[in-house]
């Protein structure tokens, strides 16, 4: 599913390399500014956008929508200056996903629960082979059986994705028994609240081993046969998924801003060496916004926590369970534009724009960050 609102107004095909930066796909009309304050804090879902208050969410600081957009500052020129020959601009036509990635053998990780298990399913309906990857075992069997009964093609490998041995072992695994690996789908990711300064040490370590190193996992063990392949002419599919935290930190989860920002950074990192290097590789990254998932309760507060952490977690929790996307609506709007070819798989703009350009606003502005209450 795409919408008029996520659909490139540029031609990215028109750039010279990382050195243009992006373009400015996916940005809604100017005029999505005003709906702004709807749109913040714990209301859009799991990754509220810059300084909602844990119980009162908020506004971020906005100004008037410029009418040009962002400045295609960002893309360092990679220091070998290579161009890309290729455009990315997403294929014309209405494209299915079936026609995509039916027959086609895809790797999941974290795909046991939430919006892993949504894309499985998806995946699955559309005739894709399954390697399944999660680090909750029984739960992975489980949930492999339940489409195994469907009549899908599907194999389960407990992988703790923070570990490069056991991602290196999933991919082995995944190679010997479907001689190939179409789609790779990074998307094991835990949560971390709490007041940055007081989430221990351990548990940043985690949040930043699992939600960056799990993918930098994926993509070293992954990419060299992926690359491959693409010496062959065979089309390979990359996806990340970030969140719309990735574009908008909030406060009281530090670790999940910097893990999700970190992620949107490495995939376009990744998208601009696969044009380098004239790869038919496509990288998609996604930015969910409030999914129906396990992420918060996985994520609980302790009874010590202070009560603003456990309000706040809470609160987004019952917003997922209340408002969420289910995974499976989650998981057909992302196949639908990862088929179009779409770098970026946004499926809840709403969420998102109203949001993304009152902060874009702001940075060009040099206006400092504001935590509004009660928007
Ligand atoms: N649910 C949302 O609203 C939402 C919004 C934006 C982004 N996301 C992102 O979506 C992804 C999936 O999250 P979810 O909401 O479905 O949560 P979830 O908790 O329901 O699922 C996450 C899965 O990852 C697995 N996992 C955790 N650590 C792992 C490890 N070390 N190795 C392998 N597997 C591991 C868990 O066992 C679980 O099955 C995450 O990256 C999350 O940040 C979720």
């Known amino acids: 599913m795409s919408t008029p609102a996520d659909t490139p107004v540029t031609d990215p095909s028109t750039a010279v390399g990382p050195a243009t930066g992006p373009s400015t796909a996916g940005r809604p009309a100017a005029g999505a500014a005003a709906s702004s304050g709807a749109a913040i804090g714990p209301t859009t879902g799991p990754c509220p956008a810059a300084g909602p208050a844990p119980a009162t969410g908020s506004a971020p600081a906005t100004g008037a929508a410029p009418a040009t957009g962002p400045a295609p500052a960002a893309g360092a020129a990679p220091a070998t200056g290579t161009a890309p020959a290729t455009g990315s601009a997403p294929a014309a036509g209405p494209v299915s996903a079936a026609g995509v990635f039916g027959g086609r053998v895809a790797v999941i990780t974290g795909a ?18 399954l390697v399944l990857a999660d680090i909750a075992a029984e739960r992975l069997a489980e949930f492999a059986g339940e489409l195994s009964a469907t009549g899908a093609e599907v194999m389960a490998v407990v992988t703790d994705v923070a570990d ?16 190939t690996v179409d789609l790779l789908v990074n998307n094991a990711g835990i949560m971390a609240m709490g007041y940055s300064w007081e989430i221990p040490a351990e548990r940043w370590d985690a949040m930043l081993r699992v939600n960056i190193g799990g993918y930098v996992n994926g993509i070293r063990a992954f990419v060299p046969r992926m690359l491959e392949r693409g010496e062959r002419g065979e089309k390979s599919w990359v996806v990340n998924v970030s969140s719309i935290g990735g574009l908008l930190p909030s406060p009281l989860m530090a670790p999940y801003s910097v893990t999700k920002f970190g992620v949107l950074a490495l995939t376009e990192s990744l998208h601009y060496e696969m044009r380098m290097k004239g790869a038919p590789v496509q990288v998609s990254v ?29 609160q987004l929790q019952q917003l997922a369970d209340e408002h969420g996307l289910t995974p499976e609506e989650h998981a057909e709007r992302v196949f639908d534009m990862v088929a179009e070819g779409k770098y970026w798989a946004i499926p809840q703009p709403e969420q998102l724009f109203p949001a993304l350009q009152p902060r874009t606003d702001m940075i060009l502005g040099q206006v400092n960050p504001e935590l509004r209450l009660g928007g």
């Not at 082995?172 to 001689?179: E, W």
């Open 112 to 129: 046991s629960s939430g919006i892993g298990a949504g894309l499985a399913r998806h995946a699955a309906a559309l005739g894709m082979k």
């Open 286 to 314: 996604v930015t969910p916004g409030s999914v129906k998932s396990e992420i918060f309760r996985a994520a609980r507060p302790g009874e010590t926590a202070p009560p603003e952490i456990a309000a706040f977690n809470a």
């Open 164 to 179: 490069p041995a056991s991602v290196t072992a999933l991919a082995d695994t995944a190679y010997t028994r479907f001689g």
